[in-house]
Structures are given as C-alpha cells and as structure tokens.
C-alpha cells in the first residue's frame, strides 16, 4: 500500500512539476533580437538556429504594423510564401506567441513580396524537457567477466549511456535531489515535500 502510495505521490509530483514548467520556466525569445520583424538586415534562418525552442517558451514579434505582420501557414504554404490560407494572422505590432506543441512552426510576413526577400522564420519546437534523460559515461564500459575479443572493438567503444532511476524508484529520502531550475517553483516543491 505504501510504495502505491508513493508511486501515485511522485506521479503526481513529475506531472506538477511539467504543467508549472510549461507556465513559468518558458524562455520568451525576442525574434530579430534588437532589429525585429523586419525584411532587411536579420537573417532568420541563422537567427532560429543558435537558439532552443520547447514547448512553454515565446516568441515576441516586435514590427512596424502599417508594413508588416506576423502570418503562421503551414510548411508547404512556408515554402512558396503562400498567404491565401493563413493558420492564424497577428497585426498589433508587438505580439506575442506562445509555443504549445512540439513540431515545426512557420511564420512569415503577409504583406506583399516580404517573405520572397527572407521574413519568413521556422522553428523547430522540442517538448517541454525536465532535464536531461540520460549522461553519457566516460569512457568504454566493460564487463569484468568478458573476455572476447570484441570488447576493444570499434563498435563496443562507442559512447555509453546510463539511465538515471525511473519515477517509481525514487523514495522519500531522495526527493531532495530533484532540482529545478524555474522561478520560484523551488520554494514550492521544498514546502509541498517538507508539508507531506
């Protein structure tokens, strides 16, 4: 009855902990940097290459409305800068969109030749993440019992990983090794562990 106890709690806690990463750990990513929603002079292809996107992050489109707007179409349309079907349309001039799924998003600029001359941007959105799954070990791991000849070979000297403990292996007491980097969600895991 305890360790169903236990498996229902930290369950639970992982779910808690994904749905407040998603509302508070997202990085807002200001697109263009300090020149913005812009045809000239940003090269946003470089632009959403150097950065990361998960799903609960931002984008900020910051633009100059009487010129241009922010169009979301699908890949194809993303392709041929075609505007005819638009997924959803923003004209304020400073719009903010929040990334909710994981996949391939397009965006491009629905006044007239815009995307032709580069606005146009696509991202590439990864799940939202709690970190990393697995770290590789250093070096070759080798069974001490194994003695063939293909333990040196090329193929068995490739990096290994190691799992760390599933949810359902953790017990109380390491609880306080879960670390999460968000704001002020520490202080809350800390008072809801120290509370159960």
Partial sequence: MALIKNNVFF?????????????????????????????IGVD?????????????DSLVFNYNKDFHDVTEVTHNDFKLC????????????SDTVTLTKPGLQHFICGFPGHCNLG????IHVLPASLGPVAAPVPGPVRSPSSSSPLVDSPVNSAPQYQ???????????????????????LPFLLITLLVL
């Fill in 163 to 185: 799992m760390g403990p599933s949810p359902a292996q953790l017990n109380a007491a390491s609880t306080s090794k879960i670390v999460w980097i968000g704001s002020n969600f």
């Fill in 82 to 93: 075609e505007l005819s079907k638009p997924i959803t349309r923003y004209e304020t001039g």
């Fill in 119 to 122: 606005q146009k941007l696509q």
């Fill in 11 to 39: 369950t639970s806690l992982l779910i808690l902990v994904a749905l407040f990463g998603v509302v508070l750990g997202g990085t807002v990513h200001k697109v263009g940097d300090s020149e913005g929603w812009t045809m």
């Fill in 44 to 56: 946003y292809e470089a632009w959403a290459s150097s950065r990361t996107f998960q799903v609960g």
